[in-house]
């Protein structure tokens, strides 16, 4: 598992990995390279200087609850040892839903611990970044790069590794999608956009959650929305085909856009239906930055655990 993660580590590019271990780490306004113009030495001035003094040691565990004290108590006695290096950390990589025991009690601050579902949204959030690459900060990557990490992701799913924290629910940006949650009990959007698992979904649209939080029934992954295409797919059942006839043919009567073109379809449970969960009342975002200016809780899709939402907080900064 380790050396399959580090084989992708390898094969793309430090600015990459730089920003996959610290945002794992927590530590994102960090850099592990620093690059000076003129810097001042003893008795003279180069030109520049690019430095870089850090040891990154990964531990990780296949199962829930297998973190050993003495055994990070080992690992960061050999972090001692190595008294040339400026940063050091222990990033401690889990399937587990929450902190391990054991890494509580240990006070140290070059331990970091993430789960594997922690390094999927990071992932994520390198394939789609918020608000585009240009706004987001985040590298850009290859093509090459995308698909490296799409196999990561697809190797931890095949590992069992990632889905500890099902228990939350992911919440996506809905100028468009509230009323068509509405109209067709569905969730569409681009195909095959990659989400965490999760049992329901909420939307987030003119500046609050809506207190309508459907429970994810059925997806399909790519489909291009039409009759044709829909009839010739082996690989849905009858009952998902009748569903996805059935929204095709709403979609045309409204003169949708999405006729015709590829899409990925997520059934909901309605908005009156049992299974549904109903707030007492939507969720008004309250984020903002430093100098007051709102912050949209999401521009594309983010994730809250499912207990802090059922408690119906009435602004957003209290599912943080």
Same mark, same amino acid.
């Given at each position: 598992?380790?050396?399959?993660?580090?084989?992708?580590?390898?094969?793309?590019?430090?600015?990459?990995?730089?920003?996959?271990?610290?945002?794992?780490?927590?530590?994102?306004?960090?850099?592990?390279?620093?690059?000076?113009?003129?810097?001042?030495?003893?008795?003279?001035?180069?030109?520049?200087?690019?430095?870089?003094?850090?040891?990154?040691?990964?531990?990780?565990?296949?199962?829930?609850?297998?973190?050993?004290?003495?055994?990070?108590?080992?690992? @960061? /006695?050999?972090?001692? %040892?190595?008294?040339?290096? &400026?940063?050091?950390? *222990?990033?401690?990589?889990? $399937?587990?839903?929450? +902190?391990?025991?054991?890494?509580?009690?240990?006070?140290?601050?070059?331990?970091?611990?993430?789960?594997?579902?922690?390094? @999927? /949204?990071?992932?994520? %959030?390198?394939?789609?970044? &918020?608000?585009?690459? *240009?706004?987001?900060?985040? $590298?850009?990557?290859? +093509?090459?790069?995308?698909?490296?990490?799409?196999?990561?992701?697809?190797?931890?799913?095949?590992?069992?590794?990632?889905?500890?924290?099902?228990?939350?629910?992911?919440?996506?940006?809905?100028?468009?999608? *509230?009323?068509?949650?509405?109209?067709?009990?569905?969730?569409?959007?681009?195909?095959?956009?990659?989400?965490?698992?999760?049992?329901?979904?909420?939307?987030?649209?003119?500046?609050?959650?809506?207190?309508?939080?459907?429970?994810?029934?059925?997806?399909?992954?790519?489909?291009?929305?039409?009759?044709?295409?829909?009839?010739?797919?082996?690989?849905?059942?009858?009952?998902?085909?009748?569903?996805?006839?059935?929204?095709?043919?709403?979609?045309?009567?409204?003169?949708?856009?999405?006729?015709?073109?590829?899409?990925?379809?997520?059934?909901?449970?309605?908005?009156?239906?049992?299974?549904?969960?109903?707030?007492?009342?939507?969720?008004?975002?309250?984020?903002?930055?430093?100098?007051?200016?709102?912050?949209?809780?999401?521009?594309?899709?983010?994730?809250?655990?499912?207990?802090?939402?059922?408690?119906?907080?009435?602004?957003?900064?209290?599912?943080?």
């Amino acid at each position: 598992m380790t050396s399959s993660i580090l084989a992708v580590f390898e094969r793309i590019s430090f600015s990459l990995v730089e920003h996959i271990l610290q945002s794992l780490a927590q530590e994102p306004e960090t850099s592990l390279l620093t690059f000076v113009n003129q810097p001042k030495g003893i008795t003279s001035r180069p030109d520049g200087r690019i430095r870089g003094s850090f040891s990154y040691w990964i531990e990780t565990k296949r199962v829930q609850n297998a973190v050993r004290k003495s055994q990070i108590a080992a690992h @960061l /006695q050999a972090l001692d %040892a190595q008294t040339d290096v &400026e940063r050091q950390r *222990l990033l401690v990589l889990t $399937p587990d839903a929450e +902190e391990p025991a054991a890494l509580a009690e240990i006070d140290d601050e070059r331990v970091a611990w993430a789960s594997f579902d922690d390094l @999927l /949204q990071v992932i994520q %959030a390198v394939l789609e970044p &918020e608000g585009g690459w *240009l706004i987001s900060g985040q $590298p850009v990557i290859t +093509e090459w790069e995308r698909n490296l990490l799409y196999e990561m992701v697809r190797f931890l799913e095949s590992e069992g590794l990632i889905g500890a924290s099902a228990q939350q629910v992911v919440v996506v940006a809905a100028r468009l999608a *509230l009323d068509e949650y509405f109209h067709h009990s569905a969730y569409i959007c681009q195909p095959k956009r990659s989400f965490q698992p999760c049992d329901y979904i909420a939307f987030y649209a003119e500046g609050r959650i809506s207190q309508y939080v459907p429970r994810i029934l059925a997806t399909v992954e790519s489909i291009v929305l039409d009759e044709e295409t829909i009839d010739a797919r082996q690989d849905v059942d009858e009952g998902l085909r009748t569903r996805l006839r059935e929204l095709v043919r709403a979609l045309r009567e409204e003169d949708s856009f999405r006729v015709g073109e590829a899409q990925k379809v997520m059934f909901l449970s309605s908005h009156d239906a049992p299974s549904t969960l109903i707030l007492p009342h939507d969720i008004v975002n309250d984020l903002a930055s430093e100098t007051g200016r709102t912050i949209a809780f999401t521009q594309g899709q983010r994730y809250v655990p499912l207990e802090r939402l059922l408690a119906a907080p009435a602004t957003t900064s209290a599912l943080l």
